[in-house]
């Protein structure tokens, strides 16, 4: 059975911190990361993707992949208030366009 | 319209009523998704369609019956639901469904259904 977890939060920072959200999954065939957003009451949209172990930063935003001990992490720099939602992390398996979600961790930013 | 797109956005339907829910996307993606979303639980994928042709099913009970009559267009079928289907149903898309790499889905803005 694939699973992902993630911590369910809410994880409160104050605007302008970091932000660190994480994610286990235990299928070590695990070859494709991602990390949607989704505001309360709409559908999940894509923040980014990872494949390879290390760092991938897009903006304020840096995905974290240690294959090693199966966690993905996603670190928001400046949080801004317009940050807060809940962050689903999705694991995909190669040659399959499946994944797997987390339940998602809410993240509160207050100003 | 651009992007994945789904009808009703809201749905109340009786136990007996039958109801269906539409997705179509425009992104020229060949792979189309429908996942049951509720409160507190993970997203669960219900089905897949690769190039109009359904590649998983993930024990689903029969009261719900998908369509792909295209690679654009996806249905939901619903009939004799009950209260615990009340949920957001999520359309996604991606470009395929096998291949080297997993492909990116791309979601629809969802349809909230409430079963009385």
């Known amino acids: 059975q694939k699973e992902v977890e993630q911590n369910s939060g809410p994880l409160s920072v104050p605007e302008g911190a970091i932000a660190s959200l994480n994610c286990t999954y235990s299928d070590r065939g695990s070859q494709s990361f991602f990390w949607y957003r989704q505001y309360s009451g709409k559908s999940p949209e894509l923040i980014m993707f990872i494949y390879s172990n290390g760092d991938k930063e897009d903006g304020r935003f840096t995905a974290q992949l240690n294959k090693a001990s199966q966690y993905v992490s996603l670190l928001i720099r400046d949080s801004q208030p317009s940050d807060s939602a809940t962050y689903l992390c999705?694991?995909?398996?190669?040659?399959?366009?499946?994944?797997?979600f987390g339940k998602g961790t809410m993240l509160l930013v207050s100003p | 319209e651009t992007g994945v797109t789904q009808t009703p956005r809201h749905l109340v339907m009786g136990m007996t009523n039958k109801k269906s829910l539409k997705c179509e996307q425009h992104l020229g993606h060949n792979a189309m998704y429908w996942y049951k979303q509720s409160a507190k639980k993970p997203l669960e994928l219900m089905f897949v369609?690769?190039?109009?042709?359904?590649?998983e099913n993930n024990s689903v009970p029969s009261r719900f019956s998908p369509e792909c009559p295209n690679s654009s267009h996806l249905f939901l079928h619903l009939h004799t639901l009950q209260p615990e289907d009340s949920a957001l149903y999520l359309c996604?898309?991606?470009?395929?469904?096998?291949?080297?790499?997993?492909?990116?889905?791309?979601f629809g803005p969802g349809t909230r259904l409430t079963v009385l």
């Open positions: 996604a898309s991606s470009q395929d469904f096998r291949g080297g790499s997993v492909d990116t889905q791309y």
């Open positions: 369609y690769s190039l109009e042709e359904r590649v």
């Open positions: 999705a694991v995909g398996y190669s040659g399959y366009s499946t994944l797997t």
